[in-house]
């Protein structure tokens, strides 16, 4: 129904910068909150940034000052920029979407991408 793609991961040198986009297509109505979240070699996967429909944001505490999440709701992208990479900023970034789709307009359901790989490099 509705697919979501991520692009720009890369290998990078440590204080490099990356910019990630994540497009939705599909069947949508209405997207809500997007964000983006990463999962490392054995960690949990842990939310990086989100942003609401009205553009509120927030970050996980090792990405305020670093990274802006940001988008486009004419092109149904997702974005962020990723500043001063660090080694331990290597991991798989997911984008998702909550999105209301023209089948359940009333329904909101939570759509994932298939990842992109981030490493950074020391």
Known sequence: ??????????????????????????????????????????????LVAAITSGDSTNYVDSAKGRFTISRDNAKNMVYLQMNSLKPEDTAVYYCNADVATTQAPHITFRFWGQGTQVTVSS
Do not use: H, T
Request: net charge positive.
């Open 1 to 46: 129904q509705v697919q979501l793609v991520e692009s720009g991961g890369a290998l990078v040198q440590a204080g490099g910068s990356l910019k990630l986009s994540c497009a939705a297509s599909g069947r949508i109505f209405r997207i809500n909150a997007m964000g983006w979240y990463r999962q490392a070699p054995g960690k949990q996967r842990e």
